[in-house]
């Protein structure tokens, strides 16, 4: 089975730097993915790591250890559209989606 | 082009109605996926179609049935609904080649049962 733990909620300042860490066990790994959620939006899809170390997009960089069972996603000079959801997420068999139960992160001024 | 497209937006529904909810992509993504979230919660698997073809049903109850007509729609057909399957369904696609393919996502339908 796949258990997957990120914490519930998060606040930061606008500017600022804010890492949303994941851990999970799964029987197998096909990599890990991280989607942003706004509010009664679709999940939209921010990085996809299969390999260990980080990958940057932008302000966006999402990290992997693999041996660790361990994720995270950092967002820099946060914006309040960052508002938002953030969910890791692990493929199984069939592309079977297992998501952690997301990370509000809450931009205040 | 990522863009999955779900209609209707929003939907009302008595216990007794049937409806059905519509999924389109025309990405070329030959795998199609309905969840169900409520809020709060992430997204729940509930049916996979891979070229067309059921492969995965999580437990959903009879009361909500799929259907593939072609490689680009998906609908979700539903029936003598309880007031707790109110919810944001989500339709996503992928290419099915290796199992870790990126699932794009539909605005979804926000349901209630009344």
């Known amino acids: 089975g796949q258990n997957i733990d990120q914490p519930t909620e998060m606040t930061a300042t606008e500017g600022a730097i804010v890492q949303i860490n994941c851990t999970y066990q799964t029987s197998g790994f096909n990599g890990l993915f991280w989607y942003q959620q706004h509010a009664g939006e679709a999940p939209t899809f921010l990085s996809y790591?299969?390999?260990?170390g980080l990958e940057e997009k932008g302000r966006f960089s999402s990290f992997l250890s693999r041996s660790k069972g361990y994720s995270y996603l950092l967002l820099k000079e946060l914006q309040m559209k960052d508002s938002a959801s953030y969910l890791c997420?692990?493929?199984?068999?069939?592309?079977?989606?297992?998501f952690g139960g997301g990370t509000r992160v809450l931009v205040k001024p | 082009d990522t863009e999955v497209t779900q209609t209707p937006k929003h939907l009302v529904m008595g216990m007794t109605n049937k409806k059905s909810l519509k999924c389109e992509q025309h990405?070329?993504?030959?795998?199609m996926y309905w969840y169900k979230q409520k809020a709060k919660k992430p997204p729940e698997l509930m049916f996979v179609?891979?070229?067309?073809?059921?492969?995965i049903n999580e437990s959903v109850p009879s009361r909500f049935s799929p259907e593939c007509p072609n490689s680009s729609l998906l609908n979700l057909h539903l029936h003598a609904l309880q007031p707790e399957d109110s919810a944001l369904y989500l339709c996503?696609?992928?290419?099915?080649?290796?199992?870790?393919?990126?699932?794009?996502f539909g605005p979804g339908t926000r349901l209630t049962v009344l």
């Open positions: 996503a696609s992928s290419q099915p080649r290796t199992g870790s393919d990126t699932q794009y």
């Open positions: 790591n299969v390999l260990d």
């Open positions: 997420a692990v493929p199984g068999a069939g592309n079977k989606l297992t």
């Open positions: 179609y891979s070229y067309e073809k059921l492969s």
């Open positions: 990405m070329g993504h030959r795998a």
